[in-house]
C-alpha cells in the first residue's frame, strides 16, 4: 500500500484527488494540503510514498517544493499548466497529470507509480549484487556487468552509464536507471549523478571523485554521502 499525500492550493482540486484516489486499492491517501509549509512539515515526521503536487502555489511552486526536499517521494504533478512538463520529468517526477485528469488517466499514473515501488522494494530487498543486468540502447538490450559501471549521468532525456572502457546511453530517467542498478552498490550523489560505491576513491566537500572524474554532490544528497562514509 502506498502512503500518499496530496498538496495544491485549491481545495475543490484536493476533493477531486481525493475522490479518485478511492477508487485505487494499492494507494492510501493520509492527507491533503492547502498549505505546502504544512505539507512540508508532514513529510518530515512521516513515511511518504508518493505526492500529488500542484505546479503553481503561492508563495513556492510545486517545482521548488520538490526541489528543497533531500531524499523526496515520488512525485506525480498536477497542473492546469502544461509549459512546465519538461522540467517535471527533468526532476525525476512519475508523472505529469494535466487537470482537469480523468479516472483512467489518474489511475495510469498510480500504477506506474506503484510500479516503481514494486522495483525499488524487491531491489531493497536484495543484498547482492546481481551478476548482470541488461540496459536498453537504441533497439538493443545490451549486457552488462554492473561491475564495470562507474556512475550513471542524466543527459537531457537519456542517462548514459559510463562503463570502464565504453559508454551506454539509454532513453531512462534518473528515477529509472536508480531503479535498474543494484541498490547495495550504488549511491544517488546529485540529481544527475549515481555512482558505484566501489568505484569512489575521493571524496570531498562539495564532489565525490570515480578515479579521475570529478562529480559535484548536490546539497540534497549531503546525509546520503556522510552516511556512506561512516558506513551506515
Known amino acids: 500500500m502506498l502512503k500518499v499525500i496530496a498538496i495544491d492550493d485549491e481545495p475543490i482540486a484536493l476533493e477531486v484527488i481525493k475522490n479518485l484516489a478511492g477508487h485505487v486499492v494499492f494507494i492510501e491517501l493520509e492527507a491533503c494540503f492547502t498549505n505546502s509549509f ?14 500529488f503536487l500542484d505546479i ?8 521548488d517544493f520538490l526541489k528543497s526536499i533531500p531524499n523526496p517521494p515520488m512525485v506525480i504533478f498536477t497542473t492546469a499548466y502544461s509549459e512546465h512538463a519538461v522540467q517535471s520529468f527533468e526532476l525525476d517526477a ?3 497529470l494535466l487537470k482537469p485528469f480523468s479516472l483512467p488517466r489518474f489511475l495510469k499514473a498510480c500504477n506506474k507509480a506503484n510500479e516503481l515501488y514494486q522495483l525499488r522494494k524487491n531491489n531493497d530487498n536484495s543484498s547482492s549484487v546481481p551478476p548482470h543486468i541488461f540496459i ?6 545490451v549486457h552488462v556487468d554492473p561491475d564495470d559501471i ?3 549521468e542524466s543527459v537531457g ?3 548514459r552509464f559510463v562503463l570502464v572502457g565504453s559508454n551506454i546511453v539509454s ?9 535498474l542498478l543494484p541498490a547495495a552498490a550504488f549511491i544517488r550523489i546529485h ?3 549515481l555512482v558505484a560505491k566501489k568505484q569512489i576513491t575521493k571524496i570531498e566537500k562539495r564532489s565525490v571523485w570515480i578515479k579521475n572524474k570529478e562529480l559535484s554532490v548536490g546539497e540534497a544528497y549531503q546525509k546520503s554521502i556522510e552516511k556512506f562514509i561512516k558506513n551506515e
Open 157 to 159: 532525456n537519456y542517462v
Open 171 to 179: 532513453r531512462l530517467t534518473m528515477t529509472e536507471a536508480e531503479t
Open 38 to 51: 504544512k505539507a512540508l512539515e508532514h513529510l518530515q515526521q512521516h513515511k511518504t510514498d508518493l505526492v
Open 94 to 96: 512519475i508523472d505529469y
Open 191 to 193: 540529481r544527475s549523478y
Open 56 to 63: 503553481k502555489m503561492p508563495n513556492i511552486s510545486g517545482i
Open 136 to 141: 536498453k540502447s537504441g533497439y538493443e538490450q
Open 150 to 152: 562507474l556512475y550513471a
